[in-house]
């Protein structure tokens, strides 16, 4: 059976989803699927060897990742421009 990705009622500007209530496999709870409630999954199924089955995250958006977003095709300045003695 797939971990389930339990999903807490939305806020009022979000759509609605339906949370699963009978749904009895938790052992342990997360709340907040950002990357520190991700983050902490991972390490339980990894480190601790708890089946990701029985790991519950409860998130209230209607997305993973929290703050965490990717941009795609967007220049990306990693580097200050160079001084005019480099030209
Ligand atoms: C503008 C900006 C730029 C950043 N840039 C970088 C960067 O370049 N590199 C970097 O390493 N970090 C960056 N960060 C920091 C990074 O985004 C955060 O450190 C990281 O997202 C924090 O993760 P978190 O899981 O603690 O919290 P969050 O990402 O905030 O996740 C918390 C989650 O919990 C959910 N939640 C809250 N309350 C409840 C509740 N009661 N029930 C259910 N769910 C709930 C929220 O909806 C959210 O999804 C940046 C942050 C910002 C704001």
């Not at 990705?5 to 997360?30: D, F």
Request: proline letters at 13%; aromatic letters at 6%.
């Amino acid at each position: 059976m797939s971990p389930p990705l339990m999903l807490s009622p939305s806020p009022p500007s979000a759509p609605p989803v339906q949370v699963p209530t009978n749904y009895t496999g938790c052992e342990t709870t997360i709340v907040g699927g950002g990357a520190g409630g991700l983050y902490t999954a991972f390490r339980l199924v990894e480190d601790v060897g708890q089946p990701a089955a029985s790991i519950c995250i409860f998130e209230a958006d209607s997305r993973i990742g929290g703050r965490i977003w990717s941009l795609r095709n967007q220049v990306c300045h990693t580097r200050p421009p160079k001084s005019r003695r480099e030209r």
